[in-house]
């Protein structure tokens, strides 16, 4: 099978590559990826000579490239997009380019061609949730409330739509807060751990209540082969990560396995929009795929801090 992945250099697209090199050897992959801030192909530095792997630079808005890029693929996962909602706040513009006009001009020309095409989405398209309110599923009605998770959103929409109107064979999953290697220092467990390292205080917005589910990067990359191999056609389904913790939960766990005190938070004006809280009820997966989270967060917390403090000339780069 010939794959055109997009966004692959970012997080979660390198660790997918990672993924699926790894298991499906014989399977050829081409990566499509701008290379805006948060992507570095230094995260895939150890495929780079594999000859099942090619790398283009190049924008998904390219409607020319895209074209030429599919001739002979079967399956697109769209992984690219702008993702930091604090990013979307100061200025969205950047968000509806990529997240829904670059998605609009990858489903033309996979409905041009017939090709398969999994998305992936975010649990922030649903909203926000009450402490004690059931978690998001298939079936949550969509409440964005950052420029971000409107853009998602409307992008999910239109994939649904290219399913309805023009029959192109599409699932989406929407997957709660992913962490692991290679993500962006600017996000919150990567951002506290270098802060640490580097003798800073680590900002928590607000009082810290916010709250997050949390998957480990590998635990998605598998929930989307499953949904690739086993998922019905036209079918959304939420992969999540059965570990609902308070932003100050992690930046407690954080301290302790990084070995500092609580005099390192340092408590900042509540993000605009905060949302309350993320849930997912992954009950569809797991009876349709027979998927399931199995890293626990600690545990993964634990490989992730190491990871970082083991890669500093990694992260090093991007903070210059």
């Known amino acids: 099978m010939k794959l055109l992945v997009t966004g692959g250099a970012g997080f979660i697209g390198s660790n997918f ?47 020319d490239l895209v074209k030429d890029l599919l001739i002979g693929v079967d399956l697109i996962v769209h992984f690219a997009a702008e993702s930091h909602v604090d990013r979307s706040i100061l200025n969205s513009a950047d968000f509806i380019k990529t997240n829904v006009e670059g998605t609009r001009i990858l489903l033309e020309a996979a409905r041009k061609n017939n090709i398969r095409f999994h998305h992936i989405s975010t ?60 993500q962006y220092p600017e996000k919150l467990i990567p951002l506290f751990v270098i802060n640490l390292m580097a003798g800073k205080k680590i900002p928590v917005y607000g009082e810290g209540n916010n709250i997050r589910d949390w998957i480990h990067v590998d635990d998605h990359n598998r929930g989307v082969d499953m949904i690739i191999k086993k998922g019905k056609i036209g079918e959304t389904y939420c992969l999540g990560g059965n570990s609902e913790k308070t932003n100050l939960e992690i930046t407690k766990l954080i301290l302790s396995l990084m070995g500092k005190g609580e005099e390192m938070i340092e408590h900042v004006a509540d993000r605009l929009g905060h949302d309350l809280r993320y849930a997912i009820d992954f009950s569809k997966a797991k009876t349709e795929l027979a998927w399931e989270p199995l890293t626990s967060f600690e545990e993964g917390l634990r490989k992730t801090v190491e990871w970082y403090k083991n890669n500093k000339s990694w992260w090093e780069k991007l903070k210059k």
């Open 123 to 182: 649990d922030e398209v649903f909203g926000s949730l009450s402490f004690n309110a059931p978690g998001f599923n298939e079936q949550t009605p969509y409440d964005p409330r950052s420029p971000y998770s409107a853009s998602k959103a409307a992008s999910d929409h239109l994939v649904r739509a290219y399913y309805h109107t023009y029959g192109l064979p599409i699932t989406i999953s929407n997957c709660s807060n992913n962490y692991g290697p290679y």
């Open 17 to 63: 590559i990672h993924y699926w090199l790894k298991n499906y050897p014989q399977d050829k992959i081409t990566n499509l990826d701008l290379l805006t801030y948060a992507g570095n192909l230094e995260n895939l530095q150890d495929v780079t000579l594999n000859n099942n792997y090619k790398f283009v630079q190049g924008d998904i808005g390219d409607a």
